[in-house]
């Protein structure tokens, strides 16, 4: 890790990198969305509703966690991650 940071840092560098325009490609967001309403749509009143947006909701947190720890806090490149495209202004 680049160096200890309080907590406030953290969480503005997270925010930072969550509403970045160049963190997730215009396919990707336009995907994950239709996703997300299909997912409403099809499975909304029923019971595995809730297991499958569990599922869901654990993956993404999963991966979030791995790229925040492969890029040491969004601040190498790893992946489809690029940090000089979206490093802070």
Do not use: C
Not at 38 to 65: K, P
Not at 66 to 84: I, L, Q, V
């Amino acid at each position: 890790m680049v160096g200890k940071k309080n907590f406030s840092s953290i969480v503005k560098r997270e925010l930072e990198v969550a509403f970045s325009k160049h963190a997730q490609p215009l396919w990707f967001r336009l995907l994950k969305y239709i996703l997300l309403v299909l997912l409403f749509y099809f499975y909304g009143g029923t019971r595995i509703f809730w297991i499958i947006l569990g599922i869901v909701f654990i993956s993404g947190l999963l991966l979030h966690l791995w790229y925040r720890h492969k890029t040491e806090g969004w601040t190498k490149s790893y992946g489809f991650w690029n940090y000089d495209k979206n490093k802070p202004a």
